[in-house]
């Protein structure tokens, strides 16, 4: 199980482009259909200096690029089937736009028990920087371990 | 108390239906995100995990939260956009966003305002709840 002693580990940072045939892919898949997202001429009138990414696509950025994506569960030893997500938040400082390399680097920041050891709740913390060293957006996630049961005799 | 952006505390900005989710829907988000925890599209390691079906990820509802909120505001205007995944959502849902203005604030010197964010399903339980800061 994991423990307070995790708080501080930090991962492999992940580098990823925003390529304009992924993001286009994932906004057809939520049904994404603002022209400021898909016509480089749209973001430009904007203020865009290229279409900019939709508001969670730094997440999926981050998973799709990573040579394991689910590094920190393995690292922690914990079991995929195990995991759910609890909570989710981005700050955005710049936009990402196509064409963008971004860096993510996360830590662990905090590890709290839940119903008695029941649940595992895991709070890590990811950086997003550009290629020109600008940081970008700060993400947060909660994970939630579901604790297998206490073998009883 | 009506700001000079015409929104006033109260107010429904953000409002939006999806179309139900199909396992089709989630076999492509596994691709179009990265996540490729078979716990979303494989049915047998669903059952073996406990559940009796595959669901729906967290981040394609918080997915759908974000296409309402962009649809509503400016995009560049959000500062920050976070959300608790409350319930797991459940193949054929319908799920509808909503979000209304629940202050004003100076957010690092900038005037904004914060909008309370909600996914339900057609049941009108709640899977997502959420908020952003706006700038105005």
């Known amino acids: 199980m994991v423990d307070q002693s995790a708080i501080g580990r930090s991962f492999t ?29 749209a973001a430009r ?71 008695g050891g029941a649940m595992t709740l895991i709070a890590v913390v990811t950086e997003v920087t550009r290629q020109d060293g600008v940081h970008l957006a700060d993400m947060t996630r909660t994970i939630v371990v579901r604790n297998p049961k206490a073998a009883s005799t | 108390m009506t700001q000079a952006s015409g929104r006033s505390v109260g107010d429904r900005v953000v409002h ?44 394609l509802v918080m997915a759908y939260l974000g296409h309402a909120l962009t649809d509503a505001v400016r995009p560049k205007d959000i500062r920050a956009f976070s959300t608790r995944f409350a319930a797991i959502t459940q193949l054929g849902a319908r799920l509808t966003c ?21 996914a339900k399903d057609d049941a009108g339980e709640a899977k997502l709840l959420g908020e952003a800061i706006v700038a105005r």
């Open chain 2, 16 to 59: 939006k239906a999806f179309a139900p989710i199909t396992r089709h829907t989630l076999a492509l988000y596994c691709g179009a995100s990265g996540d490729h925890n078979p716990i979303h599209v494989d049915l047998d390691f669903a059952k073996k995990a406990g559940f009796p079906d595959v669901f729906t990820h967290g981040m």
């Open chain 2, 98 to 118: 909503e979000g209304h203005v629940t202050e004003f604030i100076d957010h690092n010197g900038e005037p904004c305002m914060k909008i309370a964010l909600v």
């Open chain 1, 13 to 41: 940072p992940v580098t990823a482009h925003v390529e304009p045939g992924r993001l286009r892919y994932f906004c057809e898949t939520i049904g994404e259909r603002s022209p400021i997202y898909r016509d480089a001429h």
């Open chain 1, 45 to 115: 009138a904007e203020g865009y200096s290229a279409i900019p990414v939709p508001p969670t696509y730094l997440f999926c950025l981050e998973m799709m690029d990573a040579e394991n994506p689910f590094e920190f569960l393995t690292e922690l030893d914990i079991d995929l089937a195990r995991v759910l997500h609890g909570e989710q938040g981005f700050t955005y400082h710049v936009p990402a736009v196509v064409g963008d390399t971004l860096t993510f680097r996360s830590r662990v920041t905090d590890v709290t028990d839940k119903k």
